[in-house]
């Protein structure tokens, strides 16, 4: 075996600190990036709803379960199409609308789907043509509104 002189590796540490330096780069580009797209985005502009929301999570929580829990009953609504009570499940959020054939309105925003009682069986063709039935929990004054539109007008919902 012949014999080798030691081999010295020059510039290591050089190398070294521009692999570092070239991390840091890359780290800042990527915030950077970040940055522009979370700027072009833009703030989300706050509807009644979310103006709702963020009230509602500023109180103390012992504050609001109470008050929020005593406020909300329990509303059964037959809807007019029974197809798109198949598609609720239980804690949907829904606006239901009321309808008297010229004009529709608004009757509840933003109530939560409780229960969706399963049609009888006999009763199957009958419930296609009268609408379904959902149970919604909403405010007491809410049920009021939505008891008086459902004697005299079609109900529809949307999800939310």
Do not use: K, N, Y
């Amino acid at each position: 075996m012949p014999h080798f002189s030691p081999v010295h590796v020059h510039g290591g540490r050089q190398r070294l600190r521009r692999l570092l330096r070239h991390r840091r780069r890359a780290m800042a580009a990527g915030l950077a990036v970040t940055a522009a797209a979370l700027v072009a985005a833009g703030p989300r502009d706050a509807g009644p709803r979310d103006a709702e929301r963020v009230r509602q999570r500023e109180r103390p929580a012992a504050v609001a379960a109470p008050a929020q829990a005593a406020a909300l009953v329990t509303a059964p609504v037959r809807i007019a199409d029974a197809e798109t009570v198949r598609l609720l499940h239980r804690g949907d959020r829904v606006d239901v609308v009321a309808s008297d054939g010229s004009a529709s309105r608004v009757v509840a925003a933003g109530a939560r789907v409780t229960e969706v009682p399963e049609p009888q069986e006999g009763a199957a063709r009958s419930a296609t043509e009268a609408g379904a039935l959902v149970v919604l929990s909403v405010p007491r004054a809410t049920a009021a509104r939505l008891a008086g539109a459902g004697a005299s007008m079609r109900l529809a919902v949307t999800l939310c």
